[in-house]
């Protein structure tokens, strides 16, 4: 039964009680008054700790209770899953704009060239759009600074993950979306978007799954992440002007200070100071 039912059962019996009468005549003593005061501050007291602990795992708020039910899903594919993941968000959030840059870096130096600026601008506004959503969700994290299910509700929802940071907002949330959005938006063809897309949702079930976030932090992530790339995508122009030196040129001739002169049969180097 629920504890504040209880209470309110007992402070009913003390007035229809027969010891009602003692009761209230005790008050016209000082002394008694003083006494009946501390009993009713200490049933008080105990009544609202026992509210506290009533909230049990069949109880919990909305959010939590999600996280809870995806937490309890008993299958080790799922979990193993989860973790894969889950940890594939860095080797893919630093990996993916390393090779578009890389690729068409390299590229200059052969027939292939034609493709190289655009890739190598791809990685550069990737890269930059998961470097600032990072920057804003460790912000964020510090700023709310809120606990992560399992340590909030540690007899309810199950710890699968090794993460202590602050949950709010979810950092992998936000990396995966930053990520799926700003592939989408340089690369708008839906054999690019539907699996990024699908990573990125697939990335907050896992989070919730392992016991790491609320819905809650994941939407906020979600928010960060999207955000990022839009702005980000929104000043590209700006953003590869302060890159250029690190950029190869249109006809795939320069790259920054590098000069790449194609003749029969070798390549002339030229550096530029």
């Known amino acids: 039964m629920n504890p504040g039912v209880i209470c309110l059962m007992v402070f009913g019996g003390i007035a229809v009680s027969p010891f009602r009468r003692f009761a209230l005549s005790s008050f016209r003593r000082p002394i008694c ?37 995806l937490n309890a899903i008993k299958s080790s594919a799922v979990t193993r899953s989860s973790q894969i993941v889950s940890d594939a968000l860095y080797p893919l959030g630093i990996g993916v704009p390393a090779a578009l840059y890389l690729a068409g870096v390299l590229n200059v130096f052969d027939d292939r060239c034609s493709a190289s600026p655009n890739a190598a601008r791809a990685g550069v506004q990737i890269g930059t759009t998961m470097a600032a959503a990072t920057a804003i969700t460790l912000g964020l994290k510090q700023a709310f600074d809120r606990k992560r299910p399992y340590q909030a509700y540690p007899d309810c929802i199950t710890n699968r993950a090794s993460d202590s940071d602050p949950s709010l907002p979810s950092g992998h949330s936000a990396g995966s979306a930053a990520l799926a959005t700003s592939l989408s938006l340089v690369y708008p ?7 990024s897309v699908g990573y990125a949702l697939w990335t907050g079930f896992a989070r919730m799954n392992l016991g790491m976030h609320y819905i809650t932090d994941v939407m906020a992530g979600y928010a960060v992440g999207v955000g990022t790339a839009l702005l980000v995508h929104a000043v590209r122009e700006h953003l590869f002007s302060v890159a250029d030196p690190l950029l190869p040129d249109a006809d795939c001739t320069r790259l920054g200070s590098l000069s790449v002169v194609p003749t029969t049969n070798i390549i002339s180097l030229s550096f530029g100071f």
């Not at 063809?189 to 699996?195: D, G, L, R």
């Open 33 to 69: 008054y003083v006494c009946r005061m501390r009993i009713v501050i200490l049933l008080l007291l105990i009544c609202a700790n026992g509210s506290a602990f009533a909230q049990t795992c069949e109880t919990l708020g909305w959010d939590a209770a999600l996280t809870r039910d």
């Open 189 to 195: 063809q839906w054999y690019v978007i539907v699996p």
